[in-house]
């Protein structure tokens, strides 16, 4: 997708702070952190957002999960632990129609979101 800005992060087209990248995944640092460590997971391939998601796709989101995991542990936030959280659509806040998991730690974050 020519215009999607993930997509744009995966071809290289658009600079980001990468921390991991395989043939399925990229994970790069979030452009406006909201906390000390804010990352973001995303399938190499566009799936526009969880609603989206086949039977197929079981394996592939195992693995974003579990590179979340991986990268939140190496950024320090094993002991205190940190935030995984995945927007979906209007109501849940998205603004890149591109699945992604943001990892937020580093801080205390507050719950209910507004
Ligand atoms: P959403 O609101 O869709 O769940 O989150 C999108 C996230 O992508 C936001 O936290 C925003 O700061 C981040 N973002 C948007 N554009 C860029 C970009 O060009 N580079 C990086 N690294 N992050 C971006
Ligand atoms: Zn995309």
């Given at each position: 997708m020519d215009t999607c800005i993930f997509c744009n992060i995966v071809s290289g087209a658009i600079p980001a702070k990468r921390l991991y990248e395989d043939d399925e995944l990229v994970a790069f640092h979030d452009v406006s952190p909201q906390a000390p460590v804010h990352f973001l997971v995303i399938p190499?391939?566009?799936?526009?957002n969880i609603m989206e998601l086949a039977p197929?796709?079981?394996?592939?989101?195992?693995?974003?999960?579990?590179?979340?995991?991986?990268?939140?542990?190496?950024?320090?936030?094993?002991?205190?632990?940190?935030r995984f959280v995945i927007n979906c659509k209007s109501d849940g806040g998205?603004?890149?129609d591109h699945l992604h998991i943001h990892v937020l730690g580093g801080r205390p974050l507050a719950w209910p979101p507004g």
């Open positions: 190499k391939r566009h799936i526009q197929g796709d079981v394996a592939l989101v195992g693995r974003l999960l579990h590179k979340a995991q991986e990268l939140a542990v190496e950024l320090g936030c094993a002991e205190k632990g940190a998205q603004t890149v």
